[in-house]
């Protein structure tokens, strides 16, 4: 079971920046895919950003595209999302997740796809 841990989240007025960690509660040598969800208050859980093991391979919802920045450091066994020029209708609770992989190059866009998921960091944004 791998527990992960997201930080950096918090108030930013609209045009602002943010960068989210995530990472496991301890170390681990196993390779996974990862990827960043939000979820709005009364909205599903959505994909906003997915990351291959070797970082190959990335993913980006339209809506961030150009303005959210996914990238990891297996050394340090973290995951970021740097998130620029953000708008009132970024605020949402960001999770990240993981899911074991065979293939470093593959990446994960579907929720049910992942195994593994952090708690959870609030990012709101102020008009």
């Known amino acids: 079971q791998v527990h992960l841990v997201e930080s950096g989240g918090g108030l930013v007025p609209a045009g602002g920046s943010l960068r989210l960690s995530c990472a496991p509660s301890r170390r681990t040598f196993s390779m996974y895919a990862m990827g960043w969800f939000r979820q709005a208050p009364g909205k599903e859980r959505e994909i906003v950003a997915a990351i291959s093991w070797n970082s190959g391979n990335t993913y980006y919802t339209d809506s961030v595209k150009g303005r959210f920045t996914i990238s990891r450091d297996n050394a340090k066994n973290t995951m970021y999302l740097q998130m620029s020029s953000l708008k009132p209708e970024d605020t949402a609770v960001y999770y990240c997740?993981?899911?074991?992989?065979?293939?470093?190059?593959?990446?994960?866009?579907?929720?049910?796809?992942?195994?593994?998921w952090g708690q959870g960091t609030q990012v709101t944004v102020s008009s």
């Open positions: 997740a993981a899911d074991d992989t065979r293939n470093p190059g593959s990446i994960r866009t579907m929720r049910y796809a992942y195994d593994y």
